[in-house]
């Protein structure tokens, strides 16, 4: 009998060190009541109190899709010993704007540092990256929180809300009612009129001194290339350390359905975090 219990407690002991080293996911994790109010959480096989903490951010113009979009970057940036949180949130709408979606940004966080004792990483720092729609709430977050983040990296990402750059063209696009929402603003597109909800709700207009990493395709039909370079010249301006990265004839998926550019992606997510951490 004794020989059974020794050999039981060993079995679980065996079980219990697997487990603490085994890389695993962690499934819809509610941050609030709303069935979009949760994350996904990807903890690599090896975790310490130095390893990064990266909150990914989904895209999807702020009004669509979930984190499933960004299901497999979470796993990728995992498999590259990182503890990764994969955040969904709400849609703007008339009645949901930006800083509702920075509140759930920052509720998914909160959630995070309370499951650090559970999984044992850090709670104390966190790294930001986002792809279109969440890379604008992946810089705008981290400029405007008073969270302690280490560094952001944006991909093919909206970030630059002044006149000629962004709202003109969307305006005349017919799209512009989408940043209305997320600005909780009426665009006026008469030279001169006050754009200053748009410039609240820009990265540009809001940049802290925060490592920054963009990541954007030179074919990009639906957000220019050019934002990411005007945006990376005023982050160099103002002397924030800075990389940007521009894949020749990708799209609006900066390369992250290409082989060769997505590992590059993925690597360069991975070791951004890892410098600034």
């Not at 299901?71 to 709408?93: C, E, L, M, P, Q």
């Not at 940049?207 to 160099?236: C, E, M, W």
Request: charged share 20%; with cysteine; hydrophobic share 40%.
């Amino acid at each position: 009998m004794k020989t059974y219990i020794r050999s039981l407690i060993a079995g679980v002991c065996l079980f219990m060190a697997f487990t603490a080293t085994a890389q695993k996911e962690v499934y819809h994790l509610p941050y609030g009541k709303n069935k979009q109010q949760y994350i996904d959480l990807f903890l690599p096989k090896d975790i310490s109190a130095k390893t990064p903490v990266l909150i990914m951010i989904h895209g999807g113009a702020w009004t669509q899709g979930d984190n499933a979009y960004t299901d497999k970057h979470a796993r990728d940036v995992r498999d590259r010993g990182i503890v990764v949180a994969n955040v969904d949130y709400r849609y703007v709408s008339d009645s949901v704007h930006a800083n509702d979606l920075l509140a759930d940004i920052d509720n998914a966080i909160a959630l995070v540092q309370k499951s650090a004792k559970t999984y044992g990483y850090t709670a104390k720092q966190f790294h930001l990256m986002g792809i279109s729609a969440g890379a604008h709430l992946s810089l705008l977050y981290g400029y405007t929180t008073k969270r302690n983040i280490k560094s952001i990296t944006a991909m093919c990402g909206p970030s630059v809300f002044d006149e000629n750059t962004f709202l003109a063209p969307l305006y005349k696009q017919g799209r512009i009612k989408i940043l209305e929402d997320l600005a909780n603003a009426k665009y006026n597109p008469a030279p001169g009129s006050d754009i200053s909800a748009f410039k609240n709700v820009s990265p540009y207009f809001n940049i802290k001194n925060i490592p920054t990493q963009l990541i954007h395709g030179d074919a990009d039909a639906l957000v220019d290339v050019n934002i990411s370079r005007v945006f990376y010249a005023k982050l160099q301006q103002m002397k924030v350390p800075a990389n940007l990265i521009i894949h020749p004839g990708k799209g609006h998926d900066a390369g992250m359905n290409s082989p060769d550019t997505e590992k590059a992606n993925l690597d360069a997510i991975a070791g951004w975090a890892r410098k600034w951490n």
